[in-house]
Structures are given as structure tokens and as C-alpha cells.
């Protein structure tokens, strides 16, 4: 990951973990449970983009990468692991 992206994905957690704290405040102080929920979802959606800044860095970075590579064990692994991303976010 270039710096730039390094430094807006780390911006962007840094952010969601002070929502998170906002979160759990709102737990303990017993907030309305829509609330709480849509709290959660508004740091659900932040996660999902930053998991979309880091694939698309990796994509452009380590897959092209290993795709353009002479190695075919890595090329194969690296396409492996796109696979098992889009798996598990499909679950």
C-alpha cells in the first residue's frame, strides 16, 4: 500500500474506533436500541470501505503483480486468495 492509502485507511480506522467508542458509551448508558443499531451499521458500512480501499490498493499493487510475475506458484496463490476474499464476504 502506497502512503497515501496507508495513511487514509489508518485516518478512516482511527475514526471508526472512536465511533466504536461511541457505541459501546451508548450501550452502557442504555440508549435506545434503534439507535444502537444504526450506530453499529453506520461502523459496518465504514468497515466495508475501507476493506474496499485495501483490496482495490492490493489489486493494483500485489495482484498485478504477481500476475505479470514469472512465478506460477505465486500468480496461482495470489488469484487464490482473491477467490477466498469474495468467498468469505459472500457468507
Known sequence: MDDDSKQAVLQR????EGHV??????AEDDAYCIDL????????????K????????HLDTCLVSAVRG????RRERALKEI????RAASR
Open 37 to 48: 443499531i444504526q450506530q453499529i451499521q453506520a461502523v459496518q458500512g465504514a468497515l466495508d
Open 83 to 86: 477467490v477466498e476474499v469474495f
Open 50 to 57: 475501507v476493506s474496499q480501499v485495501v483490496l482495490e490498493g
Open 21 to 26: 467508542g461511541g457505541i459501546i458509551r451508548m
Open 13 to 16: 480506522l482511527k475514526s471508526i
Open 70 to 73: 514469472d512465478d506460477p506458484e
